[in-house]
């Protein structure tokens, strides 16, 4: 599935894809329904992208291998998770959350930012043409500049915290 991402299939993987695609289809219903579109803007972006690229998988049977090598960034959502529920219960000092803190660039760096950067580099072949391939390529920039950002937001939040703790942003820790 590596070497043949656009027509490398199995059941499973079809499969995978169908289901993800219902769970993007359900959290962005939920989060419209729940009128927290405007806070969660940023998750509906990601959504719409995601469904935009795993319909060519379910619809074309294209490109099924891609949209599973996508979904390996849901692995750091464990430790992301774990992060999050820590600072909710303001347990930074925890010696967990510190090794948490570095597990995250770890498994941030081999689950999110390697694949993305190996997908990218397999859709470039595709500039210049028009087809679902460089549709793909610019839904995959789109979310390489959000998983950059998200990035960036980990490593000032956890790596470079501020001098003066400033009560205005008290709650920014939920998004970053």
Same mark, same amino acid.
């Given at each position: &599935?590596?070497?043949?991402? =656009?027509?490398?299939?199995?059941?499973?993987? @079809?499969?995978? !894809?169908?289901?993800?695609?219902?769970?993007?289809?359900?959290? #962005?219903?939920?989060? !419209?329904?729940?009128?927290?579109?405007?806070?969660?803007? =940023?998750?509906?972006?990601?959504?719409?992208?995601?469904?935009?690229?795993? %319909?060519?998988?379910?619809?074309? *049977? $294209?490109?099924?291998?891609?949209? !599973?090598? #996508?979904?390996?960034?849901?692995?750091?959502?464990?430790?992301?998770?774990? $992060? &999050? &529920?820590?600072?909710?219960? *303001?347990?930074?000092?925890?010696?967990? @959350? /510190?090794?948490?803190? @570095?597990?995250?660039?770890?498994?941030?760096?081999?689950? $999110? +930012?390697?694949?993305?950067?190996? +997908?990218?580099? %397999?859709?470039?072949? @595709?500039?210049?043409? /028009?087809?679902?391939?460089?549709?793909?390529?610019? !839904?995959?920039? &789109?979310?390489?500049?959000?998983? +950059?950002?998200?990035?960036?937001?980990?490593? /000032?939040?956890?790596?470079?915290?501020? /001098?003066?703790?400033?009560?205005?942003?008290?709650?920014?820790? +939920?998004? =970053?």
């Amino acid at each position: &599935m590596l070497v043949d991402i =656009e027509t490398g299939w199995s059941l499973s993987s @079809y499969l995978l !894809v169908c289901f993800s695609t219902g769970y993007f289809i359900h959290d #962005t219903v939920d989060i !419209v329904v729940s009128n927290q579109a405007e806070a969660s803007w =940023e998750y509906l972006v990601h959504h719409v992208m995601a469904l935009a690229a795993f %319909f060519s998988g379910i619809f074309q *049977n $294209r490109f099924v291998s891609g949209g !599973v090598l #996508t979904l390996l960034v849901e692995v750091s959502n464990i430790f992301l998770t774990i $992060r &999050m &529920m820590m600072k909710i219960n *303001n347990a930074q000092n925890h010696p967990l @959350y /510190r090794i948490n803190k @570095y597990v995250n660039l770890v498994v941030y760096f081999f689950f $999110r +930012l390697a694949p993305q950067a190996y +997908l990218t580099q %397999f859709f470039l072949q @595709y500039v210049g043409q /028009r087809t679902l391939g460089t549709f793909l390529l610019g !839904v995959l920039i &789109m979310l390489d500049i959000m998983i +950059l950002i998200y990035f960036f937001r980990l490593l /000032r939040s956890d790596f470079c915290p501020q /001098r003066v703790p400033s009560q205005q942003h008290k709650d920014k820790f +939920l998004t =970053e």
